[in-house]
T-cell receptor
Framework: DTEVTQTPKHLVMGMTNKKSLKCEQHMGHRAMYWYKQKAKKPPELMFVYSYEKLSINESVPSRFSPECPNSSLLNLHLHALQPEDSALYLC???????????FGQGTRLTVV | GENVEQHPSTLSVQEGDSAVIKCTYSDSASNYFPWYKQELGKRPQLIIDIRSNVGEKKDQRIAVTLNKTAKHFSLHITETQPEDSAVYFCAATWGYGQNFVFGPGTRLSVLP
């Protein structure tokens, strides 16, 4: 398996809902990331996990809560989001000791 | 922190012509410079990268050049084809994805 897989592909949620985004990779990569991408903009880093530990949190609001249950899985828990949080959420991973980042196909989130 | 600029923001070329996209970075510690291609509604895909100990790298119709002194790097696509139409992002980092800073992107259109 040479891919980063994200589910769901699309998600519509209300501002009072709680939902989770899921990311999986089975390439043995030990660094995993969450990015947010708005239309016509570059990806913006949100969180970095290195060896299942949160190493970077780019001042992301607490309504976004990451979780890394094991080395293959990364979740992003969403609660009380705002319409401006609507975006493409991308997961990426990197091999240990390497810099290259490989992206999943993303979850397109719409907050209504 | 790192700041990456990218030019032009849009580029139209005739099929078969060459396309050049230029990026500059600010942090002299950056040592890894990837280029990503993102088609509409899809994930960013790594198409080529270069490390700071190399001045040029080629992969078929794609090449990247790096000038560390001037802190700029460029993507060259020769013999462009309609399927090269996409948004291209450059990025710079000195470590893992936590330091990934993307340029604002270039929308390339290859006209048949």
């Amino acid at each position: 398996d040479t891919e980063v897989t994200q589910t769901p592909k699309h998600l519509v949620m209300g501002m009072t809902n709680k939902k989770s985004l899921k990311c999986e990779q089975h390439m043995g990569h030990r660094a995993m990331y969450w990015y947010k991408q708005k239309a016509k903009k570059p990806p913006e880093l949100m969180f970095v996990y290195s060896y299942e530990k949160l190493s970077i949190n780019e001042s992301v609001p607490s309504r976004f809560s990451p979780e890394c249950p094991n080395s293959s899985l990364l979740n992003l828990h969403l609660h009380a989001l705002q319409p401006e949080d609507s975006a493409l959420y991308l997961c990426a991973s990197s091999p240990s000791g390497q810099v290259e980042a490989f992206f999943g196909q993303g979850t397109r989130l719409t907050v209504v | 922190g790192e700041n990456v600029e990218q030019h032009p923001s849009t580029l139209s070329v005739q099929e078969g012509d060459s396309a050049v996209i230029k990026c500059t970075y600010s942090d002299s510690a950056s040592n890894y410079f990837p280029w990503y291609k993102q088609e509409l509604g899809k994930r960013p895909q790594l198409i080529i990268d270069i490390r700071s100990n190399v001045g040029e790298k080629k992969d078929q119709r794609i090449a990247v050049t790096l000038n560390k002194t001037a802190k700029h790097f460029s993507l060259h696509i020769t013999e462009t084809q309609p399927e090269d139409s996409a948004v291209y992002f450059c990025a710079a980092t000195w470590g893992y994805g936590q330091n990934f800073v993307f340029g604002p992107g270039t929308r390339l259109s290859v006209l048949p």
